[in-house]
Nanobody, 121 residues
């Protein structure tokens, strides 16, 4: 069983910054790709950022140049640094980990519970 716990959400003004964290636990040996998704009210969940085990990143066009994904493999944690936040970034942000090798075996897909990010003046 793999648990992902997001933290760092809250209320921020437009143009502000926020950093999200996602800590994975559960006798983890290694993690493959980690991703951040978000879901705004009335909208489908969308992929925001991807980071591979080697540190390669990819971003949705809507956040390129403003968001930065990183990870600390020793801590089984990924981060999302969000700068120049816009009203439209308001959403619940979810952490995802794909192909997590644990002491009990391989877990293909794990999700966090989500953290609310609200951008408002």
């Amino acid at each position: 069983q793999v648990q992902l716990v997001e933290s760092g959400g809250g209320l921020v003004q437009p143009g502000g910054s926020m950093r999200l964290s996602c800590a994975a636990s559960g006798n983890i040996l290694s993690i493959g790709v980690m991703r951040w998704y978000r879901q705004a009210p009335g909208k489908q969940r969308e992929l925001v950022a991807t980071i591979t085990s080697g540190g390669s990143t990819n971003y949705a066009d809507s956040v390129k140049g403003r968001f930065t994904s990183s990870r600390d493999s020793a801590k089984n944690t990924q981060y999302l640094q969000m700068n120049s936040l816009k009203l439209e970034d308001t959403a619940v942000y979810y952490c995802n980990a794909n192909r997590v090798f644990t002491a009990s075996g391989l877990v293909y897909d794990s999700w966090g519970q989500g953290t609310q990010v609200t951008v408002s003046s």
